[in-house]
């Protein structure tokens, strides 16, 4: 079974701080995603990964940056957290297929609360 | 742009009964790959099921099955026999055959009532 571990369950940070959020995958897909998770506004695109060291922008960018050093990890970076940022985060990874998609695997997502 | 559209954000149904979830989309793709995904409560969330737009026949998982209208652009859950452990955000999402982003609707949180 696929399985996408992400680092933290819960974490607490502070407005102004830089934070890191970690995914890592097991099953050498070559996709990877960030989504945040709001009440009434579904899974939302922030970042994904189609190869190591490649990146394209999601639907919401904005405030975020991501890191893919590695083909099994993806980080996804807040460069100056703030409260608007509080959220939870999913990361998932999927196997490349143009015209045989695979079907996206999630971690278990990270519930990041900005003080 | 593709998007996607669950127009019930809640839904309740008895265990044992049968319950439907709606999911519309919108899109110019001719090919394309549709997904319902389930979101228990703090769990990770994990497929349901999967239709191929080229594929006329409706997708079946056991209790789980698809309405799946191209025509309409609407791609609708139906789960039979309702268990608790189907209490859940249910999540419809779309792939375009040429792409690599998924688009997800808003979510449904079902509840299953003993």
């Known amino acids: 079974d696929v399985k996408v571990t992400q680092s933290s369950r819960y974490l607490v940070k502070r407005t102004g701080e830089k934070v890191f959020l970690e995914c890592v995958q097991d099953?050498?897909?070559?996709?990877m995603f960030w989504y945040r998770q709001d009440p009434g506004l579904g899974l939302r695109l922030i970042y994904f990964?189609?190869?190591?060291?490649?990146?394209e922008k999601g639907d919401i960018p904005e405030g975020y940056s991501v890191s893919r050093e590695k083909k099994e990890r993806f980080s996804l970076i807040l460069e100056s957290a703030s409260t608007n940022q509080t959220s939870m985060y999913l990361c998932?990874?999927?196997?490349?297929?143009?015209?045989?998609?695979?079907?996206?695997?999630f971690g278990d997502g990270t519930r990041l609360s900005i003080l | 742009a593709q998007t996607v559209t669950q127009s019930q954000p809640e839904m309740s149904v008895q265990e044992a009964e049968t319950v439907t979830l709606s999911c519309t989309y919108d899109?110019?793709?001719?090919?394309?790959?549709l997904f319902w995904y389930k979101q228990p409560p703090s769990r990770q969330m994990i497929l349901v099921i999967r239709?191929?737009?080229?594929?006329?026949q409706n997708a079946t998982e056991n209790r789980f099955s698809v309405n799946f209208q191209k025509a309409a652009k609407s791609f609708s859950l139906k789960i039979s026999d309702s268990q608790l452990g189907d209490t859940a955000m249910y999540f419809c999402?779309?792939?375009?055959?040429?792409?690599?982003?998924?688009?997800f609707g808003t979510g449904t949180s079902l509840t299953v009532i003993p």
């Open positions: 998932a990874s999927s196997k490349m297929g143009r015209g045989h998609h695979q079907p996206q695997h």
């Open positions: 099953m050498d897909h070559e996709n």
């Open positions: 990964s189609y190869d190591v060291k490649m990146k």
């Open positions: 899109t110019s793709e001719s090919n394309y790959y």
């Open positions: 239709q191929e737009a080229y594929k006329q």
């Open positions: 999402a779309f792939i375009a055959n040429t792409g690599n982003q998924f688009y």
